[in-house]
């Protein structure tokens, strides 16, 4: 997995009934993009300092996303 600044991290809750969770990767600690990252969570409004993914989660990367409507 890679992933940039900007990058929205997507970890899919494998529990039923409970919701996955959605971050932004804030910084890299390899210039590659590999993990870990520091990552900023949106539910909690707090950051993950070594954050690596599981096989539940997946990276969007800034430029796949569509830019929102004003």
């Known amino acids: 997995m890679k992933a940039f600044v900007g990058d929205h991290l997507i970890v899919e809750s494998i529990r039923t009934g409970r919701a996955g969770r959605i971050g932004i990767v804030v910084a890299l600690y390899h210039t590659d993009g590999s993990p870990p990252y520091l990552v900023r969570w949106l ?9 690596y993914p599981g ?6 990367h800034s430029w796949e996303r569509l830019p929102e409507s004003p």
Request: hydrophobic share 20%.
């Open 43 to 51: 539910d909690e409004e707090r950051e993950t300092l070594c954050y």
């Open 55 to 60: 096989p539940d989660a997946r990276v969007e």
